[in-house]
């Protein structure tokens, strides 16, 4: 009402001054009123007062605003209420910028907050949509932020989200933090996916990453391994312990002659290559038994020799060249019968010096090629 009154009176004082020939913008284009923000009637919105314990003057919103100040609210709130299916953003700068803090529930007092008190400037409302506590960025869990260094809103995952348009932050995120034992792979695409960055740690700008800023859909999440076998995005070999690159997550760059030494024993259920590797798995310890060998990634281990919660040991090589066979049949030039994966004696190889009962045994049954 005040603001209101100041631009009638503007408005006369104009009118008198331009001498009764000028003409005057009328008031549907002028700033912003209390009135046109909407009156703090109980009704569904989005509620800022000045006051602490929704005290003094308030405003309701059911709309983004890029510019408090156009309704003389600037740096003015104190305390927040949300009714409705409602999530509020609030900026410290104008035009959605700086650091914000996000609400789906009432708050009594700002002081504290990202945002704090008498800080906010632009606020983004978010409809048909609130917020859980859980969303907020507190706990364990991976953060997905809508800017690049950790900044506007964000929303915190503990597990798997096949589509972010349920939270509104489709083709939002620009940066990740990760707080406590959690990695994930977060994909361009719903239902994981398109392109994708595997990661357990800190990230200020997705832009240089495979999966880029703005353009996150859905995410896969996991705890577990830590320290050297984090699945932490960089180079090496993923074993993850569900189909399609799901459950707990380890990572190795190295032979592992007993994966029950990282409780991974009869686990792995699919396997992700990245930087060039090539990983053989096999059923029993040391690199024996059944066994497959990968280049590229397998989202089902289950249609394969090795099948699904079976492998024992790993070995593992970067440059994309197989590793050789265990014990004495690797393709070295000595003399034997050599098969191949491929034709014209190309792909993975096998060298015999004696029958095989069952070419299942070294991983090669039904493919070979060339001989």
């Not at 060039?276 to 040391?286: E, I, K, M, S």
């Not at 289950?302 to 690797?330: E, F, Y």
Request: hydrophobic share 35%; aromatic share 10%; net charge negative.
């Amino acid at each position: 009402m005040h603001r209101s009154i100041f631009h009638l009176l503007g408005v006369a004082l104009v009118a008198t001054l331009a001498l009764a020939g000028a003409l005057v913008a009328p008031l549907a284009s002028a700033a912003p009123t209390a009135q046109q923000a909407g009156t703090c009637d109980g009704s569904g919105g989005v509620y800022l007062y000045e006051g602490y314990n929704y005290t003094g003057r308030c405003l309701r919103f059911t709309q983004d605003v890029a510019d408090l100040s156009a309704y003389n609210f600037n740096n003015a709130t104190s305390s927040i209420r949300i009714i409705g299916d409602y999530t509020a953003v609030l900026y410290v700068d104008q035009n959605f910028s700086n650091v914000a803090s996000a609400y789906g529930f009432d708050s009594t007092d700002l002081r504290g907050s990202v945002v704090d008190d008498n800080r906010a400037s632009s606020l983004r409302v978010i409809s048909g949509y609130r917020q859980t506590g859980d969303e907020i960025c507190r706990g364990d869990g991976i953060y997905l932020y809508e800017e690049t260094d950790y900044r506007g809103r964000c929303v915190r995952y503990t597990g798997d989200d096949s589509d972010f348009s349920d939270e509104r932050f489709n083709n939002q995120a620009s940066s990740v933090r990760v707080v406590g034992n959690y990695s994930a792979t977060i994909y361009v695409d719903q239902n994981y996916g398109g392109a994708s960055v595997t990661v357990s740690g800190n990230i200020p700008d997705l832009g240089p990453t495979a999966l880029g800023n703005d353009r996150a859909s859905s995410i896969r999440v996991s705890s577990g391994a830590s320290g050297a076998n984090a699945c932490n995005g960089q180079d090496g070999v993923y074993l993850f312990e569900h189909p399609n690159f799901q459950g707990r997550c380890v990572r190795f760059t190295g032979n592992v002659p007993d994966l029950r030494v990282f409780g991974f024993d009869d686990t792995a259920s699919s396997i992700r290559l990245i930087g060039g590797w090539t990983a053989t798995l096999f059923r029993d310890l040391n690199g024996t038994g059944v066994s497959t060998t990968f280049s590229g990634d397998d989202a089902n281990l289950a249609d394969n020799p090795i099948g699904d919660n079976q492998a024992t040991s790993l070995v593992a090589s970067r440059g994309g060249t197989p590793p050789p066979p265990p014990g004495g049949n690797a393709c070295d030039g000595q003399e034997g019968v050599y098969l191949y994966e491929h034709p014209n004696f190309k792909g993975r190889c096998l060298r015999l010096t004696s029958g095989a009962g069952d070419l299942r045994v070294f991983g090669v049954d039904d493919i070979t090629s060339s001989i």
